[in-house]
Nanobody
Framework: QVQLVESGGGVVQAGGSLRLSCTVS????????IGWFRQAPGKDREFVAA????????????YYAGSVKGRFTISRDNAKSTIYLQMSSLQPDDTGVYYC????????????????WGQGTQVTVST
């Protein structure tokens, strides 16, 4: 069974930082792209960042939405089967529910490319 469990959300002032965690089923953690998405109230869910294996070697490529590039960093801890999203210089526009998701078949950054989703964690950035 594929499971993704997010944690780490909260309330932070503008300019602050948060780190989100996503614990992923060990069976897919090392081989499938894992992405972070967010959904603000009244808006569609959007891509934030993703990490995917580069070829057959041990390295992973990282991908970011333009709106978060340079402020957010995606990383992993293989021993804990956990993907992190370090968020810095947070702004009110970053407010929303953040989801991690697994892409089982075809690489992509669209919501429809991802097959399994966590329950989400709320991030609120106040002015």
């Amino acid at each position: 069974q594929v499971q993704l469990v997010e944690s780490g959300g909260g309330v932070v002032q503008a300019g602050g930082s948060l780190r989100l965690s996503c614990t992923v089923s060990e069976a897919i953690f090392k081989n499938k792209p894992i992405g972070w998405f967010r959904q603000a109230p009244g808006k569609d869910r959007e891509f934030v960042a993703a990490e995917a294996k580069s070829g057959s070697g041990p390295h992973y490529g990282t991908y970011y939405a333009g709106s978060v590039k340079g402020r957010f960093t995606i990383s992993r801890d293989n021993a804990k089967s956990t993907i992190y999203l370090q968020m810095s210089s947070l702004q009110p526009d970053d407010t929303g529910v953040y989801y991690c998701a697994a892409n089982m078949y075809n690489w992509g950054t669209a919501v429809t490319d991802y097959n399994y989703w966590g329950q989400g964690t709320q991030v609120t950035v106040s002015t």
